[in-house]
C-alpha cells in the first residue's frame, strides 16, 4: 500500500474543504433557482434553464478563463475585493469556492429542480387553505417531500467537485496548502513520472465516485415516490 506523502494529505483535505463548502452554498443557492424553474410559466424559463446547465458543456478551461479575468485585481469581482479585503480574489480558497458553485450548479438544480416538479400543486394547494405562508409551505410540505432530490443533488454536487480540475486550476492555480486539491495534485505526480502517487489518488477517487453513484441509485430506490 503506497503511502501519502505530507503534500498529498493537504490536497486532500483542502479537497475535502472545498467540496463541503461548494455544495453547502450549492443548496442555499440552487434550492430557490430550482424551485422558481419548476414553479413558474415565465417566457425567461427556457433561458435561465440553459444558463444553469451551460456548464455541462462549456469546457471547464473556458470558464474558468473567463473567471479568472473576472477575479483579477483589475476585474469587476476582482478589483472591488481587493479594496475592500486588501487580498486578490484570484488564486485563493474562495476563487476555488466560486468556480466550484459555478460549475458544480447545474448537479445540484437539476435534481432539485425535478423533484419540485414531482410534487405537484395539490400539496402545496392544500397548505395554502391551511393558512400556510408560502415559506412556512415549502419549508414544512415541499421540501421533505424533496428529500430524495436533496440528498441526489448533495452527493452529485459533492462528488463533481472533488474531480474538478480545468477551472480550479485556472482560478486557483496549484500552491501547496492553499489551492492545490487532488485532482491538480495527481497532475503533478504524472508531469514528473511519478505513476505510483497517481495510481494512488486516481484509484482513490475513482473508487470514491464509484461507491458515490452507487449511493446515489440505492437512496433512489429506496426512498418512496411522492406524486401528487
Known amino acids: 500500500?503506497?503511502?501519502?506523502?505530507?503534500?498529498?494529505?493537504?490536497?486532500?483535505?483542502?479537497?475535502?474543504?472545498?467540496?463541503?463548502?461548494?455544495?453547502?452554498?450549492?443548496?442555499?443557492?440552487?434550492?430557490?433557482?430550482?424551485?422558481?424553474?419548476?414553479?413558474?410559466?415565465?417566457?425567461?424559463?427556457?433561458?435561465?434553464?440553459?444558463?444553469?446547465?451551460?456548464?455541462?458543456?462549456?469546457?471547464?478551461?473556458?470558464?474558468?478563463?473567463?473567471?479568472?479575468?473576472?477575479?483579477?485585481?483589475?476585474?469587476?469581482?476582482?478589483?472591488?475585493?481587493?479594496?475592500f479585503t486588501d487580498a486578490t480574489l484570484s488564486f485563493s480558497f474562495t476563487a476555488l469556492v466560486i468556480a466550484s458553485t459555478l460549475y458544480s450548479l447545474p448537479f445540484v438544480v437539476q435534481p432539485l429542480q425535478a423533484s419540485f416538479e414531482t410534487i405537484g400543486s395539490v400539496p402545496l394547494e392544500t397548505a395554502s387553505m391551511l393558512h400556510a405562508s408560502p415559506i412556512d409551505a415549502f419549508l414544512s410540505v415541499a421540501s421533505p417531500l424533496a428529500l430524495r432530490g436533496y440528498i441526489t443533488a448533495a452527493v452529485l454536487g459533492f462528488a463533481h467537485t472533488l474531480g474538478e480540475f480545468g477551472v480550479v486550476l485556472m482560478v486557483g492555480g496549484s500552491i501547496p496548502g492553499k489551492t492545490k486539491v487532488l485532482s491538480i495534485a495527481i497532475y503533478d505526480h504524472v508531469e514528473t513520472l511519478d505513476y505510483a502517487q497517481a495510481h494512488a489518488l486516481s484509484g482513490g477517487l475513482l473508487l470514491f465516485s464509484f461507491i458515490t453513484l452507487l449511493m446515489v441509485y440505492t437512496i433512489n430506490r429506496r426512498l418512496p415516490i411522492r406524486v401528487a
Do not use: C, K, N
Request: aromatic fraction near 8%.
Open 1 to 83: 500500500m503506497i503511502a501519502l506523502s505530507h503534500d498529498d494529505l493537504q490536497a486532500l483535505w483542502l479537497t475535502l474543504q472545498l467540496a463541503a463548502v461548494t455544495v453547502g452554498v450549492l443548496l442555499i443557492v440552487g434550492t430557490p433557482i430550482a424551485w422558481w424553474l419548476a414553479r413558474t410559466r415565465s417566457r425567461f424559463r427556457t433561458v435561465i434553464e440553459a444558463v444553469v446547465a451551460l456548464p455541462l458543456v462549456l469546457p471547464p478551461t473556458v470558464l474558468g478563463f473567463y473567471l479568472l479575468i473576472t477575479m483579477s485585481p483589475q476585474g469587476m469581482i476582482g478589483a472591488p475585493w481587493l479594496q
